[in-house]
Structure formats: structure tokens, C-alpha cells
């Protein structure tokens, strides 16, 4: 009887819900998206069989991002390009695309899709009085669209996919079915999963430290940081992250630079206790400041330590949010309870 329940919840548990019931803005705009390859070839890296190397690859992913970060009213807060898979820590910014003038709803979207001959004729006023409401009907889901956190991944994705698939000369899925996305309920969770992210690297053993860590937003973010502090080099970032607290920049996150790099660097050197240097100093104090408990902190950011599932924060943020999308159970309430104290 205990086996058959087991399995029963194990199934219930893990079958897949539509996006719109993964997606709350009234919760949260912040969400941390994942993309996995289905293939064996990798999205980047050597392939063991083949001995082919894939790596520049990991420009594509950084190319597109940029691109779709001045079509989409979706801003990049953390990333991480691996061999195989990719993160995204993520803002849905809403009331800027309902802010949008009509002009500028059609130049986003001429950049990945094209125009129909309908909002072409409306905008040069040609279009006939029932043209025109057609137009302005398609404006209406457009403007929805450059908000919309499944159209952004599905434009990054199926980008990919092509590029991949005729870089192979082969078709079929490259992607591990649909993208997942986990639903950042407060400051802390945001925290956690920004960290969780920019640390994959490490965790992995591929990196020895943030600043070494490749593709990931934690070293653009130092490098940005370098170049401010010495004026010799003009060199870009290769894609343009949501700003940090008290810069001059906005939409910020709720937390300071400062507070955020110590935070990863502390936690870097506890991953990776085994190496030799490893300080085990005191814990940055924005932990204390949202409410982190420092060794379910040190847990969550090993391999595998993210125990959540469809929504990362506090115990009470984590059931009013399963409350609002209509479910009756939520994954992580323990690992909540241990991780973010209750204020």
C-alpha cells in the first residue's frame, strides 16, 4: 500500500503544468528559467564521443540574450552557460510593456518576426477602418508577448535549435522538452537562486573561482566592476544586466553589489573546501539582513542543493503562492522552513 501512494504522489508531483499556472506577476516578477539539452551532443563544451568542441556555442547563447533584451521587457539579473544546460535568473517588467508606444511595439517585434501587410498599410494610413482594428488587435497580443516569459524562452530556444541542428546537418528536438521555471517569491529567494546560479561553475569543478567562472553573470559583473575602477579598458560587456541597488540604472535589484560579491565569494570558498586557500570566514551580513540560515545556505548551494521546485522562498510566501495558482501542495516547504527564518 505505502508503494502504491509512493508512486502515485511521486507521478502526481512531478507531471508537467502549463506555464500560465507556473507564471504569477501578482506574486513575483523574478524568475529563475532552465534549458537542457535532449541530445547527446552537447550545447557546449567536447563531445566525449565525437572529440568535437562545441564551446563557441556559448556565444550564441550570450548573442541572442543580448538581442532579445531590446525586444522583450525582460530583464537578465544572473546567467549561466554549461555544457549541457543554461540558467537564467529573470525579470518581467509588465508595466513597461504596457507603457510601450504602438511605434515601438512594431520595431521589437520586427527584430525576430515579421510584419503583416495589415499593420504595415495601418501604420502608413492605408489600412481600412475594419484593417485597422485587426492591427490594433495584433498590437494588443504583441505588447502581451514582450512581457511574456514563455515567448521570450521560445525565442531563445528555437533559435538555438537551428543553429544547432544545421551546425550539425541533422534535425529533430534539441531541447529536453519545455523549459523550466521556478517562480522567486522575495528578496531571499531571488538571493538564492542569483547565487545558485553564477556558483554552477564552481560547484561543478570547472572553475576555481567566480571571476574564473565563464559564461556566467558573476564574472561579467566583476569585470564590469574592474573596468570602472580602471579607465583603460573600453571593452563592453556582452550583455546588459539588471543594475544592483544604489547604481545608476533602473530597474535594480534589492541588494547592493558590494553585498552580493562578497556573499558569492564567501559562499565559493565553501563549496569548494577541498581546495587549497579555502577561508572560512564569517558569513557577509546580508545573510543575516533577509533572514538566511547560514548552514541550510551552505546546503543549497552544493551540487544539487536546490530542493525547491516550482517556487523558491519563505515558508508562508511558498503556500500563499501554491494558494494563488490554484495547487494544492508545493515542493520545498521543509527546505524553506531550515533556509529563510521566519521574521
Not at 539579473?77 to 518581467?92: E, G, W
Not at 551546425?167 to 519545455?178: A, I, K, L, Y
Not at 553585498?259 to 559562499?267: F, G, K, P
Request: proline share 3%; charged share 25%.
Amino acid at each position: 500500500m505505502r508503494d502504491q501512494w509512493h508512486w502515485k504522489f511521486v507521478y502526481a508531483s512531478s507531471m508537467p503544468y502549463a506555464r500560465k499556472s507556473l507564471v504569477s506577476l501578482q506574486d513575483t516578477p523574478y524568475y529563475h528559467l532552465v534549458g537542457r539539452c535532449v541530445r547527446r551532443s552537447w550545447l557546449c563544451g567536447t563531445d566525449q564521443y565525437s572529440g568535437k568542441d562545441y564551446s563557441h556555442r556559448k556565444q550564441w547563447v550570450l548573442d541572442r540574450l543580448s538581442q532579445l533584451s531590446k525586444v522583450f521587457t525582460i530583464d537578465v539579473c544572473a546567467y549561466a552557460i554549461m555544457s549541457n544546460h543554461y540558467h537564467l535568473v529573470v525579470h518581467i517588467d509588465q508595466r513597461r510593456a504596457r507603457a510601450l508606444a504602438t511605434a515601438e511595439i512594431v520595431e521589437r517585434w520586427r527584430q525576430v518576426f515579421g510584419i503583416p501587410d495589415v499593420v504595415e498599410r495601418w501604420r502608413s494610413g492605408e489600412a481600412t477602418s475594419i484593417e485597422g482594428e485587426l492591427a490594433e488587435r495584433i498590437l494588443g497580443i504583441w505588447r502581451a508577448r514582450l512581457s511574456d516569459v514563455s515567448w521570450y524562452m521560445r525565442c531563445l530556444n528555437e533559435h538555438l535549435a537551428r543553429r544547432a541542428n544545421a551546425e550539425d546537418e541533422c534535425t529533430g528536438h534539441f531541447w529536453e522538452g519545455r523549459f523550466k521555471s521556478q517562480a522567486l517569491l522575495d528578496d531571499a529567494g531571488l538571493l538564492t537562486a542569483m547565487a545558485y546560479v553564477d556558483l554552477n561553475p564552481v560547484r561543478a569543478g570547472i572553475a576555481a573561482t567566480p571571476e574564473e567562472s565563464n559564461f556566467t553573470s558573476i564574472q561579467s559583473r566583476i569585470a564590469a566592476a574592474s573596468r570602472q575602477r580602471s579607465a583603460t579598458s573600453q571593452e563592453a560587456t556582452p550583455l546588459k544586466l539588471i543594475a544592483f541597488k544604489a547604481e545608476d540604472s533602473w530597474p535594480q535589484l534589492p541588494f547592493s553589489l558590494h553585498s552580493y560579491l562578497a556573499l558569492v565569494d564567501w559562499t565559493g570558498r565553501r563549496v569548494s573546501k577541498d581546495k587549497a586557500g579555502y577561508i572560512d570566514a564569517d558569513a557577509p551580513p546580508i545573510l543575516s539582513r533577509l533572514k538566511i540560515d547560514r548552514a541550510a545556505w551552505d546546503a543549497t548551494m552544493q551540487r544539487s542543493g536546490n530542493r525547491f521546485g516550482r517556487a523558491m522562498g519563505p515558508l508562508d510566501h511558498l503556500r500563499l503562492h501554491a494558494r494563488t495558482l490554484g495547487q494544492a501542495w508545493i515542493r520545498g516547504l521543509n527546505h524553506a522552513a531550515a533556509l529563510y527564518r521566519s521574521s
